[in-house]
């Protein structure tokens, strides 16, 4: 084997985008070597050329300058040779939803030429490893979505490849699935000495690589061992715990707005994370006067964090925020902060707020299948409530009644005044939802499905073009409207799809999984606005499979199997999974914990 199994050397990619004539530079001068048997992570924001450079790897797209080889193979040359001898699996991965997990298999390997001799054995071990060994006559099409995506990876390895691409695998993946998904991939690269480049949106999964690229506009801003990129942080790490009765999210969002002194603020674990600048100590941040600050052990994410930043400001010196807060005409202004006795922080709603959703013994059937069972919970105006739980744990089928768009087969569901059994279009008149896949019009430029979406929700002449001014100024869009939804990055896409929600200014906004696939930065300037949304009024309901985004949520359930398994403030639910130190860690241990229950009772 060669000494690196990838060696790039001043590669350059663009595209033309026809919808504006312009060219798109998705690769600038990229050079690297990458080591044999091992883990490799390459991260960035949306459109930073990550699947640009897979699909290069792949032999799928040629340099239009620079030289690239992949196991001693010139891709340009020899594209053929390196497929003979890769396996990648992309975003989309194409399973048969209709085929079984067998016949899945037996497919990917007809494909592969693999011989008959070998598949016996091989389909064992990916059988074994993936745990779905129990499900091989089950249809692809009814597996949860964490199962989905370690069926497509045992397809992807039904041959045994020199090096193994995989684009963004545990997107929609929750954190149990992803966990099993990372084991398996640690488990190849020691028994087999595999080598994987794998791209992710998760920073925590980067960290366990050997070795990590940054990517930022078709360029490496770094590369190194998440120990090299963490101490790049060292020292600049800091969390903060506020005052009793606050909330997390307000003062995180006033941190960020401190871009002077602040390059990072996120909650976690009830406190504050952040990352200040060069020189920067807490007692210089004036919404930290009085507030207890700890230094912290840099992570892979605040070098990340810091690195987007940098790069920012160095493309646009002038521009004081990089995240603007919600403009007061598309989600209303935070309330002011004060440290010292935590004044105009809402904390988790009492029994003097309006309840704006209230579920009672709510049931939704298919056929024998029982998808969500006996489920009671309330929702408060103004407050950001979580529905947590695996994948096929019954969360879409719950916010799916939640908005109308699936009746119930039994129960009390009330939304936003109306009773959802006799009055769904009464309800949903008063609601905004953003699904978990782009459900926009690809075909229609952004503008033009703003325009649609308006109507729909009964916005006529000025009112219309007010209400469009404003969320394209407020998600950023400007300058993008003309563009073909279908075409725009995915970031862009989500904030597209928040905006045509918002139009109408709802009451209520459902959030089905609206930060799946979005890199870290991108996922704070969306709770930046969710946050604001929230001072202002609005009642969101999210789901999500980013366990840190919990901490943003007043109070969450956690549900699994149609049942729910804990509701309560992030607090709540920490303390509930023994004093757990992350969201994440406290969902892992109430699943697991229930999961062995029923399986004890069922032994």
Sequence with gaps: MPQSVIEARHLDKSFLDKASGKTIHA???????????????????????????????????????????????????????????ISYMPQKFGLYEDLSVQENLDLYADLHNVPGAVRAKRFARLLEMTDLASFTARPAGKLSGGMKQKLGLACTLVRSPDLLLLDEPTVGVDPLSRRELWAILHRLVRDERLSVLVSTAYMDEAAQCGSVFIMHEGRFLAEGTP???????????????????????????????????????????????????????????????????HPEQPLVEDTFMLLLRQAHRAAAPSMEKDNPPASAEACRTLPEYSASAGEN????????KETVIEVRDLVRR?????????????????????????????????????????????????VAGENLRVAQAKARAKIGYVSQKFALYGNLSALENLEFFGGVYGLRGASLSRRI?????????????HMPSG?????????????????????????????????????????????????????????????????????????????LLAIGAPHDIRTAAGDAATMNEAFIRIVEKARAHVSGETA
């Excluded at 929702?379 to 096929?392: S, Y």
């Excluded at 001014?469 to 409207?481: D, P, T, W």
Aim: charged letters at 20%; hydrophobic letters at 40%; one cysteine or more.
């Design 487 to 563: 075409q725009l990055p995915g970031g862009y896409k989500q904030r597209l799809a928040m905006a045509a929600a918002l139009l109408h200014e709802p009451e209520i906004l459902f959030l089905d999984e609206p930060t799946s696939g979005i890199d870290p930065l991108a996922r704070r300037a969306f709770w930046r606005r969710i946050t604001n949304l929230a001072a202002g009024g609005t009642t969101v309901v999210v789901t999500t499979h980013f366990m840190e985004e919990a901490e943003y949520c007043d109070r969450m359930v956690i549900q699994d199997a149609g049942k």
């Design 227 to 293: 120990d090299e990129l963490c101490a790049m942080s060292a020292g600049r790490c800091f969390s903060a715990l506020p005052p009793k009765g606050s909330l997390a999210r307000t003062l995180q969002a006033h941190l960020l707005d401190d871009t002077a002194r602040v390059v990072d603020a996120v909650p976690q674990g009830g406190r504050v994370r952040l990352v200040l600048e060069e020189g920067t100590r807490p007692e210089d941040v004036p919404c930290l006067h009085g507030v207890a600050a």
């Design 345 to 352: 922080m809402a904390v988790s709603p009492g029994p003097d």
């Design 27 to 85: 690769l600038r001068d990229i050079s690297c070597g990458l080591s044999p048997g091992r883990l490799n992570a390459l991260v960035g924001p949306d459109g930073a050329g990550k699947t640009t450079f897979m699909r290069l790897i792949t032999g799928l797209l040629a340099p239009d300058r620079g030289t690239l080889t992949v196991l001693g193979l010139d891709t340009s040359r020899d594209a053929q040779g390196v497929q003979d001898r």
């Design 366 to 414: 298919f056929g024998s299948f029982t998808a969500v069972a006996n489920t009671s919970f309330s929702v408060a105006r103004g407050e950001i409530f979580g529905l947590l739980g695996p994948n096929g744990a019954g969360k879409t089928t719950t916010f799916r009644m939640l908005c109308g768009l699936l009746p119930a087969s039994s129960g009390y569901l009330r």
């Design 469 to 481: 001014n404003a969320v394209l100024g407020e998600f950023n869009l400007r300058g993008r409207e």
